[in-house]
């Protein structure tokens, strides 16, 4: 029996790898309860169904409240825009001192009066709950969620505190003048140092002793834009808010060393006041919504809870969205943008086998028969990221090396993945190509491909459970028998090797 055939042989004792009965199963990956699903799959989008009555409610009031409420709003912001003008005169856009003196005396209340009659005359009908604490007090102050265009009622009932803001917003004519009244921690979301700048420029404002005022840290993705929104809002009778304000929460001495903690316990509290769940989306999420859509994927499909994935796994946002790029490969052509078992296989020019399975219900973390963004996210970074070690490589090369010459030929790779993957008829010319640069392959070039394409690592170290489950179903005396003889060849030293071969 020649090498290869003995080699078929023994990658065919694995129990379902050909037609025959499936083994035994190793135990399946835990699934950590931190990796869950979240409870609200995309919470960037608003959907709102309107039915004929209220399409017809809206029409008639608007003939009448729109043009009035239009006009009350230009004219109130042209009001406001010379107390405005004067708060911030001869101050740069990002000011590094607070607005004091006079300027403010005069400018802040008239800005506040102005604020509460412009929601007024918009048709909100607000109330207030709790009280709210001075700027000695807390001098954070934050509002949630920030679902909406008009969560600016609430720093204007809480005093005109400073807003976190995004750039772009204070270049808008006349609101752009008002936003800077009240002295906003500008942001951009493309400066990779932004985040952290304005972190600490929250902490100086907020170890100030009550110098500057209160800082605010607050529409949804897909949904309503802001034109529509505004009018669907004027053409209402009235729209009834309510700010509450919640009690002042402190710090402990665990939560200073460790600022998430204290920020996870002051977002539960706030989402059982509204009796909303919470997520871990942020706006890196949002940022791979948008790149999903160009990959011509869901938008949808590249929400990953980004902070947390990132955090608990280690992974970057080049990673992760080179990771979707890899994604968008396999489930270009599939419906709704999620992995199926034939696509897996194909990206991995594989057949539809045990091994397979295996490896995709591992992916498959909530069962559905697909694999989305997220689930291919963790599944790289827990299953296969870890078992493609050195030694797996270094023992995977081995297998296919038949004839121990430290390289592996097409017609080996083509006998072990036929065997173990029970398949006789398999054509692995495609694959081999990728991997090969020549007739053979050798160690570095298989190292190489292994390092890009962690997927196959975990076929391989899940092909070696299902053999050692079924090493230890059989009888004492059959599991004495090795079943992979260890090759003399080393991959590092194959040269060496095919000396010592010739001389025997």
Known sequence: MSKCAEAAAVAATVPGAGMGQAGLRPSMVP??????PPPVPNPFVQQTRMGAASRLQIFFLGIILLPIRVLLVALIILLAWPFAAISTACCPEKLTHPITGWRRKITQPVLKFLGHAMFLSMGFMVTVKGKVASPAEAPIFV???????????????????????????????????????????????????SRKNTINEIIRRATSGGQWPQDTVTWTWQGYTFIQLCMLTFCQLFTKVEVEFMPVQVPNDEEKS??????????????EALGIPVTDHTYEDCRLMISAGQLTLPMEAGLVEFTKISRKLKLDWDSIRKQLDEYATIACCSKGGRIGIDEFAEYLKLPVSDVLRQLFTLFDRNHDGSIDFREYVIGLAVLCNPANTE????????????????FITEEEFSTILQASLGVPDLDVSGL?????????VSYEEFKSFALKHPQYAKIFT???????????????EAQAAPLIASNKVSPENHDESTSDKKDD
């Open 462 to 476: 899940t092909y070696l459970d299902l053999q050692t489950c079924h090493v230890f179903s059989l009888p004492k």
């Open 31 to 36: 699934r950590q309860a931190s990796f869950f």
């Open 391 to 406: 030694d797996i490589i270094q023992m995977a090369f081995k297998l296919f090396d038949v004839d121990e010459d430290g």
């Open 432 to 440: 081999f190509k990728e991997i090969a640069q020549g007739d053979s």
């Open 258 to 271: 460790d600022p998430i903690l204290f920020a996870c316990r002051v977002r539960s509290l706030m989402a």
């Open 143 to 193: 509002a949630a969620p920030h679902s909406t265009f008009f969560d600016g009622i609430a720093c204007v009932v809480a005093g005109l505190p400073s807003m976190v803001s995004r750039n772009e917003n204070a270049q808008v004519p006349l609101i752009g003048r008002l936003l800077r009244a009240v002295q906003p921690v500008l942001v951009s979301r493309v400066d990779p140092d």
